[in-house]
């Protein structure tokens, strides 16, 4: 029952560069790209019309555009039917003899199937999408629209999106139109600068926006689902600070001619920057008390950052991946610096330190510059080595050098030599062996790491804190108290927190109930996680704790209360009047409770049961939905219904979620029971699908 939130992988890597695109750019230039296309609510393709305007910078006979699932197309080239033509399932190629020359008109109409890269949700499960979005990195764009893969060749985007009315339709760059239609309304959006076409970014779905401007007068528009205001609020605290503090501390204006945020349901990811208009899931949507338990701030910076580092200058080969990627990282945690203080800089860097020194002693550790480095490498190892350069050259020229960096390779592409090259000429310094040492070597340098993190003070006496881990409470006690002495320090008192765990000793119970009255979220959740018993030292905390701000809290609060309770029941109504509102988690943590209570009436129970059976529903985050098959599986309560949405779970978008759907679903299978209900389902399917489900279900785990 006791979870911590964390939703890993800030945006995708490894597989961006997996493998490389062929690249027509020193024969052709692929200019601008204006796409119209129309998403019908009853079927889960697109068609539209493509235009290209082309430069030939030397005699070609051929010039393709990237395409994938093509159902049907039409070709125009400078306003004549294009005849001579290829589709070999990737690409669409045209047969002329071309000379050098501007303006060349390339017309795609076209039909497509996307088997990934759009993706269309149904949550009500009516046959009709009512949310679609798009996810571009790993060079997919072409899987919906044609479009060029190579990230090299950079295009001015316009877009003419027609959707059902009712829905909106959100692009990058500003809103140009908006026309009404009778079935279809149409928005336009358009941009003034080029990108990548893996930044292309669609979203079509139930909408609304507020907006801020940015001290520098750029809009920011929040967008939310209709009726959830209040969340987006939460939500999106701190996002014109963070955006003017990026904008000051870079050093160079904002590229694009807006900033939105969109949150998508089922994203598979925790965000993507694409250009102007960032996607992020919408678990992070959260209300006020919600955030203090998932916080969107860490991602919000992240994909802000990569506005300038990825989609202003992007990485010119797999080798270049962490001049989005550790920049992207490194500057989200100097934002969030901003708002939490330079203690949760320094810890959080010592984290990732952390993990970089577990990872060093694994085979796989690749080095920075490796294209088929980690996640890990890319984001952490590429902060620390920002981190380290910064430290080596000094804050100033730093600033500097990456400012001149993002003026010269503007809307184009860059290499780590060419970066670094730019650092030598600002700092006049050599940086050969700062190269060997943070970029080429697989090993996390663990020496110049701790020697970097010393040079704050706070993280001296963490680490004299820390080595008191061993010790007795006797011996200890007295540097706790002294951590509990103000000015406190929130991550000291989280590490007293930790070590208190282990120690048996009942004083402990004073240090606790001290800390919390510092009333600090992070350490609340953490006192409350770390409790594995109700008793006099701890009852009034833990009964305090029902009332955080925080709903990971309350769950492990309730928790403890209702084992230890002699009477459950009163434990559980009692929290039900005094809260106003529940998490998914919270709430099903409370069914779950409710239903392992004797005193309820049936009726009652089986109302608990049904409000539980809910959570398995594609109305839900996969999240959710995880943890309500858990609970339900457990319990041995999975009702026809559950079946089904544990079968839709196995066909699922998201990675993690089919994946550990199938599991339960195959370990299910193995039981009588279970099996001759997925029977039934399968029995009512078309053959199809059903055929489908059985290839899953035979699959050994
Ligand atoms: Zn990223």
Known sequence: MKKLIVLTCLCMSTILWAQNSPSQLSHVDFQTASAQVVFKQDVEEVSGTMDFEIAIKSKVDSVFVDAKNLIDYEVRFNGSKADSLRYNGEQLILYAQLDNSSNNQLSIDFTIKPKKALYFIDADQDGKWEQAWTQGQGKYTSNWL????????????????????????????????????????????????????????????????????????????????????????????????????????????????????????????????????????????????????????????????????????????????????????????????????????????????????????????????????????????????????????????????????LQTYAYSNASTDDFIKIVEEVSQKDLTSFRKLWLETPQFPVEESLRLLRKDLFMEAYFQLAARRLDTFEDAQATYKEVLQTPVQEELVKEMVAQLAVHEDDRKYQLLVEASKLKNHKINQLISMSQQEVNAGNREMIEGFLNADSYITRENALYLLWQYASDRKKVLVHADELWESYSPSLRMAWFAMALNTNNFKKSEALEFLTELQKFTSPEYDTQTRTAAFDYLINMNAMSEQNYRDLMEASTHHVWRFYENSRDLLRSLYKKPESKSVINQILLKMDSDQAERFEAILRKSN
């Open 146 to 405: 044609p479009s060029i893969d190579d990230t090299s060749d950079k295009m001015i985007w316009n877009m003419q999106i027609s959707v059902p009315k009712d829905l909106i339709a959100i692009a990058n760059g500003a809103k140009r139109r908006f026309e009404r239609g009778e079935e279809f309304d149409t928005f336009s959006y358009g941009m003034l600068q080029p990108m990548s076409s893996y930044l292309v970014a669609v979203a079509v779905g139930e909408y609304e926006f507020y907006t801020e401007q940015t001290e520098n007068g750029v809009t920011l528009q929040y967008f939310y689902y209709p009726e959830e205001r209040d969340k987006a609020f939460a939500t999106y605290h701190d996002t014109r600070e963070i955006f003017d503090y990026l904008v000051e501390e870079i050093g160079v204006e904002y590229p694009w001619q807006v900033y939105r945020q969109v949150p998508v349901k089922d994203f598979l990811y925790s965000g993507m920057e694409n250009t102007s208009t960032t996607f992020f899931n919408d678990q992070f949507l959260v209300d006020e008390i919600g955030v203090n338990d998932r916080d969107y701030l860490n991602v919000n910076a992240h994909e802000l950052a990569h506005q300038w580092f990825g989609n202003l200058v992007t990485a010119k080969s797999g080798n270049d991946h962490w001049l989005q990627e550790g920049f992207a990282t490194y500057y989200a945690l100097m934002a969030e610096r901003e708002v939490y203080g330079d203690a949760y800089f320094s810890m959080e860097l010592y984290q990732y330190a952390e993990a970089l020194i577990e990872l060093s002693n694994k085979p796989s550790k690749k080095a920075l510059t490796d294209p088929v480095a980690s996640s890990l490498t890319f984001y952490q190892h590429g902060a620390w080595a920002l981190h380290a350069l910064k430290d080596m050259i000094g804050a100033s020229r730093f600033r500097e050098s990456v400012q001149l960096y």
